[in-house]
């Protein structure tokens, strides 16, 4: 009968109508200002640089390497290494700009870097009031604490501390092993000279290989 | 659910008279006594149904349209230059913001085909894993655009604002995994970004089995039997199967046209070839059809993001060691294509050894599938042309790049 396909689609809108006013998972608005969205762990906005310890600017664990700069798809980073006074690159860096009116927080940048150094931040309000001057963001306003960025990557920032502690471990494995390899050639070379050179100060042989 | 007109055969008896064949552009003489001036109409770049920044000079015997010229570029980003001007990894994100709506299929189609230029194998955790998310990227965006296109009916709002509810429950999903609700930057070369957790595949599987198993029987009673939209669509904007192939049609608007080609059963692509769906074929190439298409294309896609879910294996999911940064492939060019929502994206990359694409071109389905707008709307009233390219399913950002 002509009409039907309308009727039925009329009971389907009051069906609706209805359950917006009752059902529980329907009624998800939220009252912005006074009540946040639950922000999930991995939503990325705009990046921000991390320091280990008090001071922002010494801690910072940027090695100043490049590579995020170099990968950034709008290339909107901006890097300077800081040089000492004989002129020497030390792995820092003097100027790491962001121009975050330009960035589309894609996240290759955290991705990227060799040394967690950045990493993308949930804040999404952000407001200025110059369009070019106050948008540039330079080391001292990226720059955030640990504990922040632990704050809100918790799994990430688990991973990345067992990772690092397991590299630890196999570093400072390997260098006891190497110790205790040096030391073994040091007694061998001690033994061939004693054999050797009967007359010669044992110790002094063996310190003479080590430094070799 | 039962379509009135639309089977998964090519060839069944049509139910519905034959259109009557578009009328020529040259309808009556320009100054006919009786019938006055045509009327030149332009329609857009504002106008609230040309999805985006998209113009159509539209000129009119009455209500008739007897040409139509669509207009576009409003929102050209010089997105090929760009590509061509950074390394091959940071290509990954523009990709998004071509077709936005369906950014995980982008993606796919632009990593697919620099790992077959550079010669990449991709584990076989991380293909299932991507048919995953190509599914769903197709199913978010059919809910949108059988939701616009109802829209463009003048159902204010209804359906669509239906279909944006269901597709805001997956974008939380998505976002969830990739970081953001449209621009994923999810693939990468040799697999993804990151791997997918197992809870996340079952609530994705809840969801798909109960919540949204609803909404398409819901969609379905609301619209797919109504009077109107049968009046408003069928025998609209026919686009026959002869003229969709020359003009290099695909997807979706192919098959309605009933062309039973489907990028992911001609090239068996990735793993589809273990996946035992079903690509449904339209008969008269109409809007309706080209709805139906829509509709019924979901079933599928969620039956296999199921099956892909259940059968997923443990491993990789990204090939060991595989470098994304810095990447310089060899010499060479390679053209790579998979079915996006919209049809046929392609990627042709040629490469000169260095780091950054040498040419980097698009195949962009939203574009070759308006080609045939003018075709399909001449001898059509002004309204329908509306309905038209509401069916075409075009996304600005990809017809413009
Ligand atoms: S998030 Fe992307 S665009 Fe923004 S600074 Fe990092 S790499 Fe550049
Ligand atoms: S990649 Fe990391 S360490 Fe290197 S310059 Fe960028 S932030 Fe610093």
């Given amino acids: 009968m002509l009409g039907t396909g309308i009727l039925k689609g009329l009971f389907i809108t009051a069906k609706n109508l209805v359950g917006s006013y009752y059902d529980k998972e329907r009624l998800t608005t939220l009252q912005y200002p006074e009540e946040a969205a639950n922000i999930p762990e991995n939503y990325r906005n705009f990046p921000f640089l991390v320091f280990d310890g008090e001071d922002a600017v010494s801690t910072l664990r940027c090695v100043a390497c490049k590579m995020c700069e170099k990968e950034c798809p709008p290339q909107c980073i901006y890097i300077v290494s800081e040089k000492d006074e004989k002129g020497k690159i030390m792995r820092r860096p003097k100027v790491f700009d962001i121009d975050i009116s330009v960035c589309m927080g894609c996240g290759i940048c955290a991705e990227v870097c060799p040394s967690s150094a950045i990493k993308m931040d949930h804040i999404f309000e952000v407001t200025a009031k110059d369009r070019f001057s106050d948008l540039l963001l330079h080391r001292d306003q990226l720059a955030k604490s640990v504990d922040y960025y632990k704050q809100i990557h918790p799994t990430d920032f688990a991973v990345e501390e067992k990772a690092r502690a397991e590299k630890k471990r196999v570093a400072e494995e390997k260098a006891q092993a190497a110790a205790a390899a040096t030391a073994a050639k040091a007694a061998a070379a001690a033994k061939t000279a004693t054999a050797a050179t009967p007359k010669t100060d044992v110790a002094k042989a063996a310190t003479a290989t080590a430094a070799v | 659910m039962t379509p009135p007109n639309t089977s998964f055969t090519a060839s069944s008896a049509s139910a519905r008279a034959p259109a009557s064949a578009p009328a020529s552009p040259n309808i009556r003489a320009v100054h006919d006594d009786f019938h006055g001036d045509l009327l030149e109409v332009s329609m857009g770049p504002h106008h609230p149904s040309t999805h985006g920044v998209f113009r159509m000079n539209v000129t009119l015997d009455g209500e008739v349209v007897v040409k ?18 950074n390394s091959y990894l940071a290509a990954i994100p523009y990709t998004d913001r071509l077709d936005y709506l369906s950014s995980l299929t982008n993606n796919w189609a632009y990593v697919r085909a620099v790992e077959q230029l550079v010669g990449i194998a991709v584990p076989e955790r991380a293909e299932y894993l991507r048919i995953i998310l190509g599914e769903l990227a197709r199913i978010i965006n059919h809910a949108c655009l059988v939701g616009f296109l109802l829209n463009d009916l003048g159902t204010s709002f209804t359906p669509l604002l239906y279909s944006l509810r269901e597709r805001e429950r997956m974008l939380d999903l998505v976002e969830e995994l990739t970081g953001s609700r449209m621009m994923c930057n999810f693939f990468r070369f040799g697999g993804l970004r990151a791997d997918v957790p197992a809870d996340w595949l079952q609530r994705l599987d809840a969801y798909l089995g109960d919540g949204f198993a ?19 669509t069928q025998n609209i904007g026919v686009l026959p199967p002869a003229l969709a ?66 059968e997923l294996p443990s491993g990789d999911f990204i090939t060991p060691k595989q470098k994304n940064a810095g990447l310089r492939p060899k010499v060479g060019e390679t053209y790579s294509r998979i079915e996006g929502p919209k049809g046929e994206i392609g990627f042709h990359l040629v490469s ?35 309905v038209i390219l509401g069916s075409v399913d075009i996304v600005l950002g990809e017809v413009d790049r």
């Fill in chain 2, 245 to 310: 192939v020359s003009a290099g049609i695909s997807g979706p608007m192919l098959r309605a046209s009933g062309v039973p080609y489907d990028i992911r059963k001609v090239d068996n692509y990735s793993l589809y070839g273990r996946f035992p769906f079903q690509v449904p074929i339209g008969d008269h190439g109409d809007c309706y059809d080209r709805y139906m298409m829509r509709m019924l294309e979901m079933p599928q896609s969620v039956q296999i993001i199921q099956q892909a879910i259940e």
């Fill in chain 2, 352 to 386: 000169d050894g260095t780091g950054k694409p040498y040419r980097y071109r698009v195949r962009p389905p939203s574009l070759i599938n308006l080609t045939a707008l003018e075709d399909m709307c001449i001898g059509q009233t002004l309204a329908d042309t509306v």
């Fill in chain 2, 214 to 232: 609803r909404y398409l029987d819901e969609q379905d009673a609301l619209l797919t039997g109504n009077e109107i939209l049968l009046a408003r």
């Fill in chain 2, 68 to 85: 139509l010229q669509p207009v576009f570029g409003y929102l050209h980003r010089n997105h090929e230059k760009i590509a061509e001007q």
